[in-house]
């Protein structure tokens, strides 16, 4: 193989790749945000602040500020979410509007400390990397789904 077909290939490789990952980013701010829209407050302080998005910025040049940088969220290399510590953030509702399968780098989720209540969905079972999950001390209701395990 000649070198220059070496950088098309490479080039090409790199195009495709570059695209998932904006695009699986993009995919997980709107997911979360979402689900911040079905969330509410116990306190007067205003919910998430720091999780916003403007659509009429340029998403791949702005990538490294959604949503690594919000509040809570850490990102892996590839800028896909994978942690997530809201404990203790003074949150009420549920987890029926997360959209688990968004998430599959998601190998951290703690959400203890809060007002989360309902039953925790089976399709927590979506999240196949994680390997940390504390949901205690909020008001869920129901069994535990297997999917957990």
């Not at 699986?24 to 945000?33: D, I, M, T």
């Not at 998430?48 to 500020?65: E, G, H, I, M, V």
């Amino acid at each position: 193989m000649s070198p220059l077909s070496i950088s098309i290939i490479f080039l090409a490789t790199c195009t495709v790749f570059c695209t998932l990952n904006v695009d699986s980013s993009l995919e997980e701010v709107e997911a979360l945000l979402k689900w911040k829209a079905t969330l509410h407050s116990q306190n007067t302080s205003i919910l998430l602040p720091s999780w916003t998005y403007d659509p009429n910025l340029n998403f791949s040049a702005q990538k490294t500020l959604y949503p690594c940088k919000w509040y809570g969220v850490s990102c892996n290399e590839n800028g896909s979410v994978n942690r997530l510590n809201l404990s203790s953030s003074g949150l009420n509702g549920t987890l029926d509007h997360m959209p688990f399968s968004l998430f599959p780098n998601l190998v951290y989720f703690q959400l203890s400390n809060n007002n989360f209540y309902g039953i925790i969905p089976s399709e927590i079972g979506y999240l196949s990397n994680l390997v940390y999950l504390d949901i205690s001390s909020n008001q869920f209701t129901g069994i535990i789904p297997e999917e957990i395990s």
